[in-house]
């Protein structure tokens, strides 16, 4: 994990350009750098994953003067190395990253989809004097765009570093480069042309086949490597895979959960002890919980109830990752929801109504389950790496019928289940476990301390008309959706529309028009509070 910025004028100067990169220090703890290009900068905060020797250092640059900085990761990037010193480059480092302006020597703009990569960059072509940035088509690394005073583009990791310099500061859209002044869509994974024919058990094959080669592309690092393990299906599956994967030595796995109720940490706990894991248990109280949050909206640069509160265990949890351990890597399991479907999902009036939902969620992931997977675990100075958004994964589980994928089983993602089913890489009861939110999942009290909190921020009479000065956009529709927004407006003033909308179950289903987004309030949730 990394952050960068990249500034099209020199008119900011470098002291300022280091001045808005130390702020993104946590991405980047290791070394840091910052570098006049053509008519702007380009700077670069590290924290060293692959090729640990001070060559590995960015910008990385060329003998014609061009240059590039880039937060990801390029997995399988060693054939396609050796590929590239037979056609004459040369290198001077073993990271994945110096890859890159080789391959904008030899394809341009067409190499962004020709990336099996997580990544965002800033790349300056001296032969035209231009900058090009770029984002993965999940948005799984971060960045963001905005204005200078003298109308020059800027791009950052995270928004703000551009708060000083710039105006209009938004999301750089997944599956987008930009380039002379221009945003073009190069790979919407949302988007499926044709669904495959494939039946039942060829699909559960292929699924299975493509989420372990996914896991195992993300096993490679030459820096420390560890899981964040909730008990949950998702979770669970990527630890038990890499555990198999990796037999030599016990894989470490973390797990979080309030002091009084917490449901994750038995079920955490018994998927550790099957597979073997080196297990740490993490116990956190409400006063934490109260404290954290609003260094856990700073760093998630979001309003968003579902997101905030998914976050707060999350970033204890990292943060006790980095203060007693050495990890700078950890895997984690999000993005399976929005492919196979929620608990709300289950109100699908139709197959196409699912199919329709999971695009919007997949083309939204940016702004809410992987933002947080990114601040989460970036804000301590860890690298996160998310096996279910492998680009080759993702392309297949859109592009299977929708009947299959529905809940006509009565068991949520039973593709999912049922491709693992044959392994026996995990117990039967943690395989066909029902969903919980990680919000809930870390202690229905979390959730309940958090509103209670807002209740006595806000009186009754009052609360809904200080929401009306965010009418706007956004409007915030509860006290604790008001207390994140007021937060929010501290530090980011005038900037919600970086968030498109609270994440909410799909209001227009029956069975969903709820004004909670957490599943708790669903009238399937069942067996997933025990």
Known sequence: ??????????????????????????????????????????????????????????????????????????YGFRPLKQELIEKGYTFQ???????????????????FARLDAE??????????????????????????????????????????????????????????????????CYRDLSKVGHFCEDDLETACSKIHDKLICGIEKRLDADAP??????????????????????????????????????????????????????????????????KALPKVIFQLETFDITTIRASIGMYLLCQAIHQNTDIRVLLTGEISDELFGYKYTDFAPSAQAFQQEAEKRLRELYCYDVLR?????????????????????????????????????NKGKYLLRHAFEKDALLPESILMREKAAFSDA??????????AYAETVYADDEWQKIAEKYAYHAKPFTKESLLYREI????????????????????EWEGCDVQDPSARVLANYGASGI
Request: aromatic residues 10%.
């Open 119 to 184: 990544y965002a960059l800033v790349l300056y072509d001296a032969a035209t004097d231009s900058f090009v940035a770029a984002r993965d088509p999940i948005g799984i690394r971060p960045l963001f765009y905005g204005y200078a005073q003298d109308g020059s583009i800027a791009f950052a990791s995270e928004a703000k570093a551009l708060l000083e310099v710039c105006h209009d500061i938004m999301p750089f859209p997944p599956g987008h480069y930009y380039k002379d002044g221009q945003f073009v």
């Open 225 to 290: 490597l560890g899981f964040l393990l909730s008990g949950g299906l998702d979770s669970s599956l990527v630890c038990a895979v890499a555990q198999r994967l990796m037999p030599q030595k016990p894989i470490r796995t973390f797990a979080i959960g309030m002091q009084k109720d917490a449901i994750d940490l038995k079920y955490a706990r018994q998927v550790a002890d099957f597979i073997g894991s080196e297990h740490t248990e993490v116990i956190i109280t409400r006063e934490q919980v109260l």
């Open 373 to 409: 997977a990114d601040r989460c675990i970036s804000g301590n100075s860890i690298e996160g790496r998310v096996p279910f958004g492998d680009l080759d994964f993702v392309e297949y589980v859109m592009s299977v019928s929708p009947e299959l994928k529905m809940n006509r089983y």
């Open 442 to 451: 870390v202690g229905h009290s979390m959730v309940d301390e958090l509103k």
């Open 1 to 74: 994990m990394c952050g960068i910025v990249g500034f099209t004028s020199t008119e900011i100067g470098k002291e300022k350009c280091l001045r808005q990169l130390a702020i993104l220090h946590h991405r980047g703890p290791d070394m840091t750098r910052c570098m006049q290009v053509g008519k702007g900068f380009l700077g670069f905060v590290r924290l060293a994953i692959m090729g640990l020797s001070p060559e590995g250092m960015q910008p990385f640059c060329d003998k014609d003067g061009d240059a590039v900085v880039c937060n990801g990761e390029l």
């Open 93 to 111: 480092s073993e990271s994945d990253c110096e890859l890159l302006l080789p391959l904008w020597k030899e394809y341009g703009t067409d190499m």
């Open 488 to 507: 929010f407006e501290k530090y980011y003033p005038g900037m919600a529309r970086m968030v498109p909308d609270f994440w909410m179950p799909n209001r």
